[in-house]
């Protein structure tokens, strides 16, 4: 399985970018998918996940912003990231996994929000 992150750039604060992660294989469409990021200093954190049958949960710090959505027809997964701020500046990687089966990551996308 590859898994490639692709969307990423660099937006002024208040704006918006769309992440995608297309997926190889024949796992995409009854696996959990989800998007991570690291900023620089810190710990790889939680963004968002979005189960097989479309199942959500957002970290705190980006609900009512941020969207996460999945087409199993096209093996993608996006998230939709709106009135983004400095602090979302991060390197953002997008996960599949089935726990204690396997576990992918992609190869990160750099977002970067100037003020």
């Known amino acids: 399985v590859q898994l490639q992150a692709s969307g990423g750039g660099l937006v002024q604060a208040g704006g918006s970018l769309r992440l995608s992660c297309a997926a190889s294989g024949t796992m995409f469409s009854i696996t959990t998918m989800g998007w991570y990021r690291q900023a620089p200093g810190k710990q790889r954190e939680l963004v968002a996940t979005?189960?097989?049958?479309?199942?959500?949960n957002y970290a705190d710090s980006v609900k009512g912003r941020f969207t996460i959505s999945r087409d199993n027809a096209k093996n993608t997964m996006y998230l939709q990231m709106n009135s983004l701020k400095p602090e979302d500046t991060a390197v953002y990687y997008c996960r599949m996994w089935r726990t204690l089966a396997y576990d992918f990551w992609g190869q990160g996308t750099q977002v970067t929000v100037s003020s």
């Open positions: 979005i189960t097989s049958v479309g199942s959500t």
